[in-house]
């Protein structure tokens, strides 16, 4: 488990060392026109502190894709990669240069024969995942049952940290093949819209209710905001259980309960505020009406 004792040393890790040298390949352009194939393995362009340029980590698994007739020799890495998603991301720094063991790979037509030559010929990639990216990942409504990419090669774990306009980070750690694809700067954008609403309008600092709380991120800033009480609700146990995790790891241990429930279904009588976080499309017209009748504030993030 991480603790806040081992931010700066993870912050620290994804940063260039003075001797990293970029190498930016034309993202529309086919990667055989820019790339010895011959030469690019696992020590192309590699700096002496381990890392190397993302385009070339991705031409490098691109070449590899190719080979296993994934994808068309004239392929792109813009058209054509798969999508990448960091294994530990702190609020808007993007890595542009990829330690070991840093990515986690998600594409539809991945198997395992090709997983295992990805883990095993590119030391940057951690695990690889067969899904879309446009698929549900999680439970996307109360009719739903429970969605998950398959993990083909090695471990899942994420970690994302957000900064906040309270002064403090917050941690949040998931496995990417259960939880749903949502960077750390998307969250941070999120925690912002409320911050702005909780400053701008006046909110009794009572009981707030994290109606879909997911990971969790939206009510643990409201205990850090000073809330006396939050409610933290998700209709998936996947998730219930990744909240417990990150609650621990922010170290908040009082002023809140845990209900694994549809919100619809949810037994409150009255609070101050409910905060909808559902996923993108879902219909929450009925969620909407069940808030304002709970709620004397609601904010649909």
Known sequence: MISKNDLDEKIEAIQECENCQDIQIKKFSPIKDYVDFEKLDDDFNRCSCGKRPIDVVMAHILKIMIEEGIVKEGATLRRNSPVPLSKFYYSSLNPQFLSKKSLILLHSDFNHEVAKRLFDEVSEVACVLNGSPQDTVGVFDKDSGINHFEILEGDDTQINVMRTLIGDKIILVKNQSRHHIEVAMTTEQKLVQL??????????????????????????????????????????????????????INEIRENFEIFNESFEDLNIEKADLCVLDAFPGADISKIKEKAEKIADNVVII
Do not use: Q, S
């Open 195 to 248: 911050h702005n609403y909780l400053k701008n309008n006046d909110v009794n600092k009572g009981i707030a209710v994290d109606a879909m709380c997911g990971l969790g991120a939206i009510g643990i800033y409201l205990i850090k905001y000073g809330f006396g009480k939050v409610i933290f609700n998700d209709i998936n146990p996947e998730m219930i259980e990744a909240l417990e995790n990150n609650l621990e």
